[in-house]
């Protein structure tokens, strides 16, 4: 398939949809999936890699998705990382902010599987282009950074 190089970071509340965007990322497109039920829980993860992709929903316990998306956007190892929004929150001035923060897509919820095909092979190349991160990941040391980084 050609994306079997590539991670996406799934953040996810409702385990329904985190199993079901892991099963169509995986199955259908060919990337490796990590998962996280909350924003805390995803920088716990950076200390393991940094992925090329993160998805995620905008109502999440622990930390709401704007101040995720405002978080990772201000940390120097996840500043590039392409982020696409997947939601049932459809407020225009929402949508607005994170487009601000420079999310790259914003996917509806309930989930069409092509939709998110296409929305995530899209992006995924990009990653080799726009961001450094893709050609060059950051040393493992950088990435056990961000977590206490997160919290400054």
Avoid at 17 to 42: D, F, Q, T
Avoid at 59 to 75: C, D, I, K, Q
Avoid at 98 to 113: E, R, T, V, W, Y
Wanted: aromatic share 4%.
């Amino acid at each position: 398939m050609g994306y079997e190089k590539y991670s996406v970071l799934i953040i996810e509340d409702d385990r329904t949809y985190r199993k079901l965007m892991r099963r169509i990322i995986e199955e259908r497109i060919g990337a490796r999936c990590m998962e996280a039920s909350n924003p805390i829980e995803a920088f716990h993860l950076f200390a393991e890699g940094l992925p090329d992709l993160i998805v995620m929903d905008l109502l999440l316990p622990e930390m709401n998705g704007v101040t995720a998306v405002e978080r990772l956007r201000s940390l120097e190892v996840t500043k590039n990382i392409p982020i696409a929004v997947c939601s049932s929150v459809t407020e225009r001035h929402l949508i607005m902010q994170l487009a601000k923060l420079g999310i790259k897509d914003f996917l509806l919820k309930p989930l069409q599987s092509a939709l998110v095909v296409d929305k995530i092979k899209e992006l995924l190349p990009k990653v080799v282009e726009d961001t450094p991160a893709a050609q060059e990941k950051p040393a493992q040391s950088d990435s056990k950074n961000v977590e206490e980084d997160i919290w400054v």
